[in-house]
Nanobody, 123 residues
Framework: QVQLVESGGGLVQAGGSLRLSCAAS????????MGWFRQAPGKEREFVAA????????YYADSVKGRFFISRDNAKNTVYLRMNSLKPEDTAVYYC????????????????WGQGTQVTVSS
């Protein structure tokens, strides 16, 4: 079965950067769309970014476009989220997710989820 483990979260000042990593198990990783979602206190879980199995397509929420960048290394079974110019409103638990159905930005398209990693941006 697929297991996803996020790392790289932490505390950063506004304007700073963080790079999140998600390590996935399984030999069919390259066939999955990988996504990042986040959930802030008192808010619903929302889409952040996604990348298809071939890396031909990437998708970003409008709120992070131009600041966050998703990438993947299929040989390492790892997906990354580089987060630049961080704002206090980016504070949330960030979740890595995998879709076997070629999902993009919809929560229900994803089959597997990591445990989440906390990102806190101070002002």
């Amino acid at each position: 079965q697929v297991q996803l483990v996020e790392s790289g979260g932490g505390l950063v000042q506004a304007g700073g950067s963080l790079r999140l990593s998600c390590a996935a198990s399984g030999r069919t990783f390259s066939s999955y769309t990988m996504g990042w979602f986040r959930q802030a206190p008192g808010k619903e879980r929302e889409f952040v970014a996604a990348i298809t199995w071939s890396a031909f397509r990437t998708y970003y929420a409008d709120s992070v476009k131009g600041r966050f960048f998703i990438s993947r290394d299929n040989a390492k079974n790892t997906v990354y989220l580089r987060m630049n110019s961080l704002k206090p409103e980016d504070t949330a638990v960030y979740y890595c997710a995998a879709s076997s159905r070629g999902g993009s930005s919809l929560l229900w398209e994803y089959d597997y989820w990591g445990q989440g990693t906390q990102v806190t941006v101070s002002s």
